[in-house]
């Protein structure tokens, strides 16, 4: 399990493979220019962009408001810190209205852990209308279906049961059904099964980020000496817009 000294360290391993599973979605197919909506404080963005090649201008778009206010600014941060600031240019927009995004001017939109927090079918529009003809959407998100004791906590902490702010958790199928609704093709569903498991200590200091409560905290200390937690397994959704 990652104890809190180890937990940067550990947290930027999950998401280098995350980004390279990401990026097995791509194909081989030339690209010039990546999306990524909802990148928050970069943690998928920064080993996405150093894996890509240099031709390839990424935007990384948040609205850096409400319980994420401030990633923008730690975005920027990172950019630089990482030599990436010329690579990666961050935009501060609504996601489900990209204003400076033009119609059918992106090759690639990713996005990670976005849809459970917005209105999906809208959001599925807003990437259809940016991509160009036969332009690909990948999406990752939490499996709903917990295999453990320890992932079963995670899921119930993101629910109303323990945020204020609770998710929505979608299975691939009603995930998959969505994307054609909004004018998807090609729907195929990918699973990355690394994770990431959290002692006690840093299981709190995780929870308490995403601003789970302290009643549900106190309600599952038990559980949480004997299990820690685990992050879900993802599911990623790839699909494309027709040519």
């Known amino acids: 399990m990652t104890n809190l000294d180890r937990l940067e360290e550990v947290r930027s391993m999950y ?3 995350l980004a390279e599973h990401f ?5 081989v197919k030339p690209l010039r220019r990546v999306v990524e909506a909802g990148c928050g404080k970069g943690q998928l963005t920064i080993p996405l962009a150093k894996r890509l090649l240099r031709s390839v201008s990424v935007i990384a778009v948040d609205s850096s408001t409400g319980p994420y206010e401030g990633s923008f ?7 630089r810190s990482n030599g990436l ?3 990666v240019r961050p935009i501060r927009s609504d996601l489900r209205n990209m204003k400076t995004m033009a119609r059918e001017g992106v090759d690639v939109v990713i996005s990670n852990e976005l849809l459970c927090d917005i209105k999906t079918e809208i959001q599925l529009l807003e990437f259809h209308r940016i991509l160009r003809p036969g332009g690909m959407m990948v999406h990752g998100e939490w499996a709903s279906s917990p295999e453990n004791e320890a992932q079963r906590i995670v899921i ?7 945020t204020d702010t609770p998710g929505r958790f979608w299975n691939p199928d009603r995930l998959s059904g969505l994307a054609r609704e909004a004018g998807f093709r090609a729907v195929s569903v990918s699973y990355f099964e690394t994770t ?3 002692s006690y200590s840093s299981a709190l200091s995780e929870l308490r980020s995403w601003g789970v409560r302290e009643s549900f905290l106190r309600r599952n200390d038990r559980l949480l000496r004997q299990y820690g937690i685990e992050l879900p397994f993802e599911h990623l959704i790839k699909c494309q817009k027709e040519n």
Not at 23 to 27: I, N, R, S, T
């Open 73 to 79: 600014e730690i975005l920027e941060s990172k950019l």
């Open 23 to 27: 990026l097995q979605q791509f194909g």
């Open 15 to 17: 998401y280098a493979r």
């Open 156 to 162: 119930r902490a993101d629910s109303p049961e323990g």
């Open 196 to 198: 990431m498991k959290f």
């Open 85 to 87: 600031e010329r690579r």
